[in-house]
């Protein structure tokens, strides 16, 4: 069974910095994908960004980018200019990309905090 | 476009009733997953549904839960009878041919 790792459950960044979130990942498979989660007080899940393991390029969505190395099976979440928005509960999570697996395995996320 | 509706957004009830929890997908979507979250478990998946048949229940913790999708735009979850431990937050979410889901805004339940 595939397992995620996070293994910061809080995070701290002031605003306008950069910050650097981990997730690790443990599975057999070769072609699976890889998501981030966003979860504000509101309890909406959000999803941030996502990664196709067969692509070699990292993903980016404006102040979101992702490091995804394969080999060690880590996906680590950078969030650029922070803002106090972003302030919420980080989901890492897996999904394989094999026959009907369509669920998804959840890390036991990463809070941050935005400060001024 | 309407995302995942869920209802209601808060359920307050006595242990030994029944609860009744609601999902409409987005349309167009399916896949449809129920999920739980608490402080000591996470998010857990319960079940999930493709074209409104259950493919996975390995999820559901014992017999009091029961899930149906009986139409591609309804689904419900059912907790009878409910007991303390089944307070959580209860999110369900769709997908299109099981790419990225995407959440409803979730139900809290408490159980007294």
């Known amino acids: 069974a595939q397992t995620v790792t996070q293994s910061q459950p809080e995070m701290s960044v002031q605003e306008a910095e950069t910050v650097t979130l981990s997730c690790t990942y443990d599975?057999?498979?070769?072609?699976?994908?890889l998501f981030w989660y966003k979860q504000p007080p509101s309890r909406q899940m959000i999803l941030v960004i996502r990664?196709?393991?067969?692509?070699?390029q990292n993903a980016t969505e404006n102040r979101f980018s992702v490091n995804f190395q394969k080999a060690a099976k880590s996906f680590s979440l950078k969030i650029s200019d922070s803002q106090l928005g972003d302030a919420a509960m980080y989901f890492c999570a897996y999904r394989s990309a094999t026959g009907t697996a369509s669920k998804l395995t959840f890390g036991t996320g990463t809070r941050l905090q935005v400060t001024l | 476009d309407a995302g995942v509706i869920q209802s209601p957004r808060h359920e307050v009830t006595e242990m030994g009733q029944e609860v009744t929890l609601r999902c409409k997908p987005i349309?167009?979507?399916?896949?449809l997953f129920w999920y739980r979250q608490t402080m000591m478990r996470g998010l857990e998946l319960l079940i999930y549904?493709?074209?409104?048949?259950?493919?996975?229940d390995s999820g559901m913790p014992e017999d009091r839960f029961s899930a149906k999708m009986p139409n591609a735009s309804f689904s419900t979850l059912k907790i009878q009878p409910s007991e303390p431990r089944d307070s959580a937050v209860y999110f369900c979410a769709s997908s299109f041919s099981g790419w990225e889901q995407y959440f409803g805004p979730g139900t809290r339940l408490t159980v007294t």
């Open positions: 990664q196709e393991a067969y692509k070699q």
């Open positions: 349309s167009g979507h399916d896949y």
């Open positions: 549904f493709n074209n409104n048949v259950p493919i996975d």
């Open positions: 599975t057999s498979e070769s072609d699976y994908y």
